[in-house]
Each structure stands twice: as C-alpha cells, then as structure tokens.
C-alpha cells in the first residue's frame, strides 16, 4: 500500500497567500483614489426653493451652490428650514445633475395675534405661524400663554362660531379657565364670555340668542345659566 502523499510544508503555502492579498488589496485602492478624486468633483449646481422663501432663508441655503453634494448636511438644511414659524415637514432631494430641491408645508393659519414687528399667524395646533401682511380672525390678544393654551383657544374660538353669531374676530383670556370673545355678524357686534372648555349653558345660548337680533352681551361661563344683555358698548 502506497503511503498518502504528504501535505505541502508551511513554507511553500504562504507565499500563495500573500499573493492573493496584495491583488485584492490594489483594486481597493484603485477605487479609493478614484473616489477621492471625482467626488468632490461632484458639487451642488443649483438648490431650488419653493416661491414664497424667505430672503434670508434663500441666501443660507443657496450658498451650498459649489458644495460637495455627497457631503451634503441634510440635517442642517432641515434645521434651517424648520427654524421659520410656521414650515414643516421638510423634504430633500438631490439630483444626479447636482440639483437640491428643498420642499415644506406650511401649517394653516387658524388666527393671528400682534408682535412688536407686525402679525404672526397661529397655527392649528397652537404653535407660532408665519409672518402675515394684515391679520386673520380670530385675532388672541394679549399674544400669551404655552402652546397648549393658545390650541384651547383657537378651539373654543370655532366652538363659539356655533353659536349662530357670526364669526369671532377676537379672543382673549379673562380668568383662568374663562375666555372673551367678540363675534360679528352684518352690523351687529356681540361680545361672549364663556367657559374655555365649554359649557352645558352654550347648547341653550343658540335657541336664545339667535333669534333676538338686539342681543349684544351674552355670558354663558356657567354650566346652569344663560345671561343675555343689549350693551351698546362693545369694547376692549
């Protein structure tokens, strides 16, 4: 019987290994220099914005025109983005031929209140919108409160329009928990006080109020009574 042939020393095997090593090795970096060469090459040709950008916000994210697209910082673009009242729900795209396309929404405006640079709009869910050229009822005044409290607000500003007086052009925090409102409807002004969660008194108000035009004042901040008055002086 023929004795098996003995394996290969250790030391004619190990040049074969390293062989193979140094031909994977030059591939990777071939492709390495490549790119480090080429992709900084590939830089931001344009960014494209929505019409209504602010100018500021313009010339922050259009001086990334010359960068380095795969570099790019979507985070900070985003940032910038969300930093004005208002804009949300941001959405980048970068395209093969170098372009950025930056797209938001913007929140709807439910109300408005007055700031030391002209109106801010207010949005649905009580944070700051964005900056308007005239105001949009239901103007809250004084502008205060957490974001929470302006929500509840605005809130029980579209529940007092059920009322059947007209829309409400002003709001404003009387007491905690208590709310005043002004409502319009043709030459008729009427001014509401009213619980700032409601009230089982606000389902009696609209069989009372409505068909009584000379009604100007109307309370309906306790569970168990309705107040009704023709105050001729509607005021602040």
């Known amino acids: 019987m023929m004795p098996s042939r003995p394996p290969f020393p250790e ?47 313009q010339r922050n994210l259009t001086s990334l025109e010359g960068f380095p697209l795969l570099w790019l910082d979507l985070g900070w673009i985003r940032h910038q983005v969300e930093a004005w009242p208002g804009m949300k729900d941001v959405e980048i795209r970068r395209g093969l031929d170098g372009t950025v396309d930056v797209r938001w929404d913007v929140c709807t405006v439910a109300g408005s209140v007055r700031t030391g640079v002209g109106w801010h709009g207010l949005c649905e869910d009580g944070t700051a919108g964005p900056r308007l050229d005239e105001p949009v009822a239901p103007v809250i005044e ?44 043709g030459s008729r002004t009427v001014r509401v006080l009213a619980a700032l969660e409601g009230s089982p008194s606000e389902t009696a108000a609209r069989r009372i109020v409505s068909p009584r035009p000379g009604v100007t004042f109307l309370d309906v901040a306790a569970p168990d009574r309705v107040v009704v008055g023709p105050e001729k002086e509607v005021g602040s």
């Open 142 to 185: 004084p502008p205060r409160g957490d974001v929470a409290t302006v929500r509840r607000v605005l809130e029980a500003g579209d529940r007092l329009e059920r009322l059947g007086l007209g829309p409400v052009t002003r709001l404003r925090i009387v007491l905690p928990g208590e709310i005043e409102a002004w409502t319009e409807s």
């Open 11 to 57: 030391s004619v095997r190990r040049p074969r290994t390293r062989r193979r090593r140094s031909g994977a090795v030059v591939p990777a970096v071939l492709v390495l220099l490549v790119l480090t060469t080429l992709l900084p090459r590939w830089t931001v040709r344009s960014v494209r914005l929505p019409g209504n950008t602010p100018a500021t916000l």
